[in-house]
């Protein structure tokens, strides 16, 4: 943490106290939750007004664009949106799975992608891409069961930590999104994440990280089949994929799962995969609001955009808010920024 | 309505109203919910004693069998569950969008299923089954974007009639389960439909006839796409099936859409169609609950039975309680039963 981001939070500290202090002590003042900033981490510009302004306007029951509770739908993307994608965290995941795989059947100790694993051969994964994490994938997340695909996920988050900010995952996640997490749900909102993640990697640490339900997660999926086994029926994931949860499919799955346009959606420039849930949730009859996070904060989160620009031209012509990680965030993570 | 069902209603009526007297006006007795029967159209059976017991025991918190809030999960089949199945409601529907068509275009009044619909052909679509149905689901219920499908199921609704009962669709949902629904939403459940019906088709009527929302229905479902159609972005259904939510796919689809077995799940013996997700929430850590209906009261709803008897089979094979109509339901319909 540097000085100014320790002086930064001490200052919110001593405000936050004497906010309280005044609700507890100046009668006639009720405590109203709206007295106290509930985007604490969020800098007074333009996105926070804009947020703060929607959300009055949806819950303002009588006016003209009160929204129902029913209606309250908001979505994130999760890599990039809710915590850091540098790196994907989910490979790590499948790498582990690999060097497990590896311990149980040496004879895969000398093939790819198990020795990349077990050697941390960055540039393996980072030149292969999608593609080699798809082969691992089916190699090593599928013939699962459900339950213990769970308990393999919980053992990987039990220890792992991230190899540049060398922090637990679960400090990894975006303070300033957690708060709007947390005001959205304090107005009747339900919070759901989209993301191109697999949906049991993420459902396994979302409650904890979020706050996000099992059922409030969209995500890619292989099909899966309903076994017999032992007396007991399980569900076995296959190795053939069910639905690759990016870009246009975002759309389609939002529909699948929650059946209406949602009130609101905020996703990251990195890979254009959430142009079309912006764009979809855009399209609601009455209010809607699309967020955009920009990934301009090389000091301290990582810098990048797209090579097109995509994203950010998408917001442009359509005029989302575009967050900026620099000038919009006081605090990227919940325990300081390094 | 008979007479004892006007007498029975007028006495529930008067308890009712006398428990609500003390409970305004006698000191020392809290407005406590429990006080007032949850389910009083459930005869004081054993499936009524479970279906208590077991809420209280989930929800005892400190309690050896308590479960948090986010995993009281209960799934509902919704035709012949939730409301009658006979005739089917969605194929009702089906054929008035059949008529709809050949008034767009009447060289199809001459085509078959268009024809049987403008007739009334009843043999027709009874005797092709679910295979003229899907012929006529592809032709008239795709290329339709979201919202206008909604609207044609709101304008079907908004008029139809059950054939047999004479009443507004709204009516021929079982009052029991609309109680049930209820009772474990106070008691913190998140209720699930999950049906083989069409998904957008329940959407549009689950919030008005039982408190279901929009993204607390699972069912079967077409493939979609997102187009760009005059500036606005919409998502058109296509022809190719994505899920036929029947039999063990409920269980995939649960675990797909919920991400976890649920603690209760009813459903009904007359297509075997439950079978899967009966079973896969009772393969759950811990206590659950299986609810299986027996269409058995020919007087008051419809009687009939699988032919092999599989439902009723696997209830008593595996300990699942079977909710007798006839016994177990002291009233089948919210206005009374004729």
């Not at 086994?229 to 076995?236: A, P, S, T």
Request: hydrophobic share 40%; charged share 25%.
């Amino acid at each position: 943490m540097t000085g100014s981001m320790i002086v930064k939070n001490e200052v919110r500290r001593i405000a936050s106290f004497l906010a309280c202090v005044c609700l507890l002590v100046i009668p006639g003042i009720s405590a109203n939750a709206q007295a106290v900033d509930p985007l604490p981490s969020w800098a007074n510009g333009g996105v926070k007004q804009a947020i703060k302004a929607f959300v009055a306007d949806v819950t303002s029951e009588g006016g003209a664009n009160f929204v129902p509770r029913a209606k309250r739908i908001a979505v994130f993307d999760n890599d990039g949106t809710l915590w850091s994608e540098r790196p994907w965290v989910q490979g790590l995941f499948i790498e582990q799975m690999l060097r497990n795989a590896a311990k149980r059947d040496p004879s895969l100790g000398d093939q790819q992608p198990y020795k990349a694993a077990i050697e941390n051969d960055r540039e393996f994964f980072e030149k292969g891409g999608m593609r080699d994490y798809q082969v691992a994938i089916r190699r090593t997340l599928t013939e699962l069961n459900r339950e213990d695909f769970d308990a393999e996920v919980q053992a990987f988050f039990a220890s792992a930590r991230h190899p540049v900010l060398d922090v637990p995952f679960q400090q990894t996640v975006y303070q300033p999104a957690l708060e709007l997490l947390d005001f959205l749900r304090a107005n009747g909102f339900k919070t759901y994440i989209c993301s191109g993640g697999g949906v049991d990697f993420m459902r396994a640490m979302s409650g904890d990280f979020y706050g996000v339900e099992t059922d409030e997660v969209i995500g890619t999926s292989y099909k899966k089949e309903l076994h017999e086994i032992d007396g007991k029926w399980v569900l076995v994931s296959t190795s053939e994929l069910n639905t690759f949860n990016n870009k246009e499919q975002k759309a389609v799955n939002i529909d699948l799962h929650i059946g209406q346009r949602p009130l609101l959606v905020m996703g990251n420039a990195g890979g254009a995969g959430d142009i079309g849930m912006l764009g979809y949730s855009q399209g609601r009859e009455g209010l809607s609001l699309q967020l955009l996070i920009d990934h301009n904060d090389a000091a301290r989160e990582f810098a990048y955009a797209e090579d097109d620009n995509a994203s950010l031209n998408a917001a442009k012509k359509n005029g989302w808010h575009v967050i900026s990680m620099k000038d919009d965030w006081l605090t990227i993570y919940p325990q300081g920024d390094n």
